[in-house]
């Protein structure tokens, strides 16, 4: 079998962005978008992606606004809705290149909480949603002084910015892959006011809608996370309206569960759970899994 090429290519959002995109495409089963986390690219999940492709599954992912090769400025937005044009022109490239066959999204951290928030909106046509890690929540409380001082600069300086504090250290306990982290020139760790407001408010928004959602729900948490809250993810878990729902927690893991010592158990539980939701319909399940 041949390698899977990633083929780069690009989208216009609906407020006029041009996106890089890079895909993998695959034959036979249907497609995944992938909405990476803060301060990262799409670039990072190629390995992911190629093992997919392998077994018959496409592959696109976007670099969201302000990350990696697309334009923007760094760690900063208007307004959160904006993250929504990207993942929208995403959503709408992959149902013109399916042919019919099912299309699901995964959303990790930060991409997490736009897929949730994007959903919100009425996005139709999606097989089911998975999230890696969603970002409902900092694991860290954020300080009550921080937290003001960004509503006061938000109005005032909204692309005031500062260090996010992340790391490689605190995505994976795989030494390479905390190396490529540090080393990778299109991460950055910046947040500005403004971003930090807007995220705030859309996890409130979240966690109000989930009795909504009702595609089928796949969520991945590594138990050690030190940025995301598990906890968080949890009740979000309980709280979504799914029928077909499935956390699975991995022991020890900590944010990029993708990325992580023993990801194999990760990438084959979400094919396994792809491959079932592209062959049936209407069963009813509810699963939590401590891994």
């Known amino acids: 079998m041949e390698t899977p090429t990633e083929i780069p290519r690009s989208l216009r959002t609906a ?3 041009s996106l890089f ?7 036979g089963k249907g497609s995944l978008g992938i909405i990476h986390g803060y301060g990262e690219h799409s670039g990072r999940y190629d390995g992911f992606a190629r093992w997919l492709n392998a077994r018959g599954w496409s592959v696109a992912a976007c670099d969201l606004r302000g990350h990696g090769n697309s334009p923007g400025r760094r760690g900063h937005i208007r307004r959160f809705a904006d993250y929504l044009y990207d993942a929208t022109a995403l959503h709408g490239f992959l149902q013109g290149r399916v042919g019919g066959r099912p299309v699901f999204l995964l959303g990790h951290s930060l991409g997490g909480l736009i897929a949730i928030r994007y959903l919100q909106g009425g ?18 409380p954020i300080p009550t002084w921080k937290v003001a001082l ?29 190396a490529e982290y540090g080393r990778d020139p299109l991460m950055h760790t910046k947040a500005t006011a403004r971003w930090l407001t ?15 959602l009702s595609i089928p729900l796949l969520l991945l948490h590594g138990d050690a996370d030190p ?3 598990v906890s968080a993810t949890r009740r979000f878990f309980a709280a979504a309206g799914s029928h077909d729902k499935t956390l699975n927690v991995y022991g020890g893991f900590l944010h990029e569960v993708l990325n992580e010592i023993g990801k194999e158990r990760v990438w084959e539980d979400i094919a396994s759970w792809l491959d079932e939701r592209s062959r049936t319909e209407g069963e009813i399940r509810t699963k939590e899994v401590m891994c």
Do not use: M
Request: aromatic share 8%; net charge negative.
């Open 123 to 140: 996005a139709e046509g999606l097989g089911g949603l998975i999230l890696s890690a969603p970002f409902l929540k900092a694991e860290l």
């Open 21 to 27: 995109v890079r895909v993998w495409p695959g034959e």
């Open 15 to 17: 407020d006029g962005l």
């Open 150 to 178: 960004s509503r006061v600069l938000s109005r005032g300086w909204p692309s005031f910015s500062s260090p996010s504090g992340l790391g490689g250290a605190l995505v994976s306990r795989d030494p390479e892959i905390v």
């Open 198 to 212: 807007e995220t705030l408010t859309a996890q409130e928004d979240a966690f109000a809608w989930a009795p909504e």
């Open 227 to 229: 940025i995301a809250s």
